[in-house]
């Protein structure tokens, strides 16, 4: 199993600012996902983050936009940049599954852009 | 686009089994299900998996018709506490590359009622 921890939990932010999120996870893992969840929608992946190499984004997301670093095994930030109301999501955080068991979730980040 | 059609929204009584379907007509032959359930403000939780046999956990039953085309999560004895979005996901198993990430679709929003 794998317990990830993320923070911060909830911010509200000025709109042309940027928020970094960070994830923990308590054990090595070579893969990481950072998610969305637009209100009221199910979650999209915005990329997948190696450690060692740059992340693999899906279309419709830049890097520009959504910077992410993978420093070690167990850590991970995302970067919303320049926020518009838009952006106002949970943003989510997982690893696995691992060869057929289960994936983990972080709790989100609950982002509201005013 | 996810591989799976779920109804938007169920109700059952509590103390009630509550039998979530999902049409995946398209399963190849190496892909498992899975599902997820997220409650209201938390991440997404595992529930189970299945390849072809159905399956048994601590919280809940799949059943997997012969064809593979459609399944249903069962959660036998529903509580208030089970109210949540169901997820159903058709992915193959293992951890590496873009096979690593879920794709969500709409889910099956669960009331369980007093």
């Known amino acids: 199993s794998a317990v990830i921890s993320q923070k911060p939990s909830r911010d509200i932010c000025q709109r042309g600012t940027s928020l970094t999120i960070q994830c923990q996870v308590d054990s090595q893992v070579t893969m990481m996902f950072w998610y969305r969840q637009q209100p009221g929608q199910s979650l999209t992946l915005i990329a997948t983050a190696n450690q060692g190499s740059e992340a693999t984004y899906e279309s419709g997301f830049v890097i520009d936009k959504f910077p992410i670093s993978r420093p070690n095994l167990t850590f991970s930030t995302l970067t919303v940049s320049n926020m518009s109301p838009e952006d106002s999501s949970i943003y989510l955080c997982?690893?696995?599954?691992?060869?057929?068991?289960?994936?983990?979730f972080g709790q989100g980040t609950r982002l509201t852009v005013v | 686009d996810a591989k799976t059609t779920q109804p938007p929204s169920m109700d059952c009584a509590e103390g009630r089994a509550a039998n979530l379907p999902c049409n995946h007509s398209?399963?190849?032959?190496?892909?498992?299900v899975y599902w997820y359930r997220q409650i209201h403000s938390q991440g997404p939780q595992y529930i189970i998996h299945?390849?072809?046999n159905n399956e048994t956990n601590e919280m809940a039953s799949l059943i997997i018709t012969e064809d593979r085309k459609s399944s249903t999560l069962i959660l036998p004895h529903a509580t208030l506490r089970d109210t949540a979005v169901y997820y159903c996901i058709v992915r193959v198993a293992g951890g590496g590359g873009s096979q690593g990430n879920l794709i969500f679709g709409k889910g099956t929003k669960l009331s369980v009622k007093p």
């Open positions: 299945g390849l072809k």
């Open positions: 997982s690893v696995g599954p691992f060869f057929g068991a289960e994936a983990f």
């Open positions: 398209t399963i190849s032959g190496n892909e498992y």
